[in-house]
Every structure is written in C-alpha cells, then in structure tokens.
C-alpha cells in the first residue's frame, strides 16, 4: 500500500499514513480528499494521494524554542563517558582546546 500525504488546514505538510488510516480519516470526517489518482476507488471513496484535514492542528515542535539537549541529557546518553578519550566525564567540556593549553587529541 502506498503512503498517503497528511496536509493541514493551511495546507502545511503534517505527515504520512497509511491507505487504510487515510480512509478511516475520510470516514470521520476529520480530513478530506485533496488529491486523488485517477480511476482509483475503494468503495465509495477515490484512492487518494492527498488528504487534508478539516481542522487546523497546532504543531508544538515548530514553535520550540531553544536546543532540544542538556548536559545532562548529554551525559546520560554517553553513559558518563567522554566522546573523546573514553574516559569518566562529570562534566561536557572537560577537553580544553590547544589554544587553551589542552593536549593535542
């Protein structure tokens, strides 16, 4: 089955579905057809490519402000190992650069 572009009221792209759940969308009339192939039906319905939906659904990771990561997030995800010399890291900067009289890594 292909996958089925999900457009917002605007018409911003949201995401993907499958056939299945675009008609199931059509059946609750939570979306529309916005574009469909050509001589291609499922019941009632002409396969569509497009769906657009009724609503406008507010997208709270456009709007994010800020990195999606902190040192701690860092550190755990690390297992409190150093990306550069394997060593325990308490810290995300604990390499000092050349310039600042850090080794040559």
């Not at 050509?38 to 990195?67: C, E, I, N, Q, S």
């Amino acid at each position: 089955m292909d996958a089925v572009l999900v457009i917002n009221a605007d018409l911003g792209p949201l995401h993907r579905v499958t056939v299945a759940h675009a008609i199931r969308m059509l059946c609750r009339r939570v979306a529309e057809i916005h574009e469909a192939e050509p001589d291609r039906h499922l019941g009632a319905f002409p396969m569509p490519r497009v769906v657009r939906l009724v609503r406008y659904v507010v997208t709270r990771w456009r709007y994010t402000k800020g990195p999606a990561w902190s040192k701690g997030g860092v550190l755990a995800r690390d297992n409190r190992k150093c990306g550069y010399c394997s060593g325990p890291a308490a810290t995300v900067d604990h390499i000092l650069p050349r310039s600042r009289g850090g080794q040559n890594t």
